[in-house]
């Protein structure tokens, strides 16, 4: 999948992307739980735009370990966690997934 469109209302769902041109996308969770996993997926170009909302749920992304993860947002009575790899020597940084995040009462997760 080259983009994400995933909503998740009162349910879970789990998704997993091997795409060697990924560009983005959005996820809503309302009441529930969605995870995606990129790890094997590469970004078309040098930055691709994630657009999160979680209100009373929960999101995990798992991202490869050389992506350089920007969130943008503050969570409302929730929480936002960037664990991705920060020690990565930004003279070889490669590509940026940028999340712009809307969490309300619940967690956002980005870890690898």
Known sequence: MHTL????????????????????GTTTTVFGNTEVDLRNAEIDGQSANLSVTVIFGSTEFRVPPHW???????????????????????NVLGPTLVVRTNVVFGNLEIRN
Request: charged letters at 20%; a negative charge.
């Open 5 to 24: 469109d995933q909503t998740s209302i009162f349910s879970s769902n789990e998704l997993r992307s091997s795409s060697r041109t990924f560009r983005g």
């Open 68 to 90: 350089h993860v920007i969130t943008q947002g503050s969570p409302v009575l929730g929480n936002i966690e960037n664990l991705a790899n920060t020690d990565v020597d930004t």
